[in-house]
């Protein structure tokens, strides 16, 4: 098992930068996937990136070229920077990991909002 626990969210203006940070009860040099998904107002969850053990990465097309996936494994945790937010970007974002099973972070709100 592992918890995982997302920090970083808030209020930022259209144009502006986030960077959201999720932090594991363990060591995650040996999970396979880590991904970050949201669930906006009224739609279905999404993935938003993943990234795998090995480094690569993948992104949802709206995100290509704004935002960055990260994991430092030496510190256990997964990061997701956010460029150029745009208000369709406001959304709950939620902190995956594939253990062994699906695991789930409690959520961060973002706002992209003037």
């Known amino acids: 098992q592992v918890q995982l626990v997302e920090s970083g969210g808030g209020l930022v203006q259209p144009g502006g930068s986030l960077r959201l940070s999720c932090a594991a009860s363990?060591?995650?040099?040996?999970?396979?996937?880590m991904g970050w998904y949201r669930r906006a107002p009224g739609k279905q969850r999404e993935l938003v990136a993943v990234i795998i053990s090995g480094g690569s990465t993948n992104y949802t097309d709206s995100v290509k070229g704004r935002f960055t996936i990260s994991r430092d494994n030496a510190k256990n945790m997964v990061h997701l920077q956010m460029n150029s937010l745009k208000p369709e970007d406001t959304a709950v974002y939620y902190c995956?990991?594939?253990?062994?099973?699906?695991?789930w972070g409690q959520g961060t709100q973002v706002t992209v909002s003037s």
């Open positions: 363990r060591s995650i040099f040996s999970i396979y996937a």
């Open positions: 995956n990991a594939v253990a062994g099973g699906m695991y």
